[in-house]
């Protein structure tokens, strides 16, 4: 199968290992990738998909309380989620995939508790293939 450039789908000629036909194609090809990697769909996907390694991280016993602060300072925005559950006291916790978070003072100091989603007693997952 003939090689194509990554760019403009020419067929490349020459060397082998090339995957540009020339430096145009270079420069306008990184200069596409970078625009998609800023588009708001691609930094809300980052944001959840970076809260959710900071909620696993400081989550590896299935449920644990961090101070919110110490995650803020990582990069955890608790305004990216995925979806919601309440439980019966009427409190709201937030997932980001399958790791949670639920917010509360514990002595006036803001924090965190951290829980993974459990769907026999949170509610099954949709089912989409
Ligand atoms: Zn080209």
Known sequence: MKKVCLNCKEPLEGRIDKVFCNAY???????????????????IDKQLKLNRRLLAHYNQAGKSTIRKEKLLSQGFDPKFYTHTWSNSKEQTYYFCYDYGFL???????????????????????????
């Open 25 to 43: 194609c270079k420069s306008n090809y990184h200069y596409q990738q970078k625009k998609e990697e800023t588009t708001p769909f691609k930094q």
């Open 103 to 129: 917010p509360l003072f514990e002595n006036d100091i803001p924090k965190f508790v951290l829980v993974t989603y459990q769907p026999q007693y949170m509610g099954a997952l949709p089912d989409i293939d």
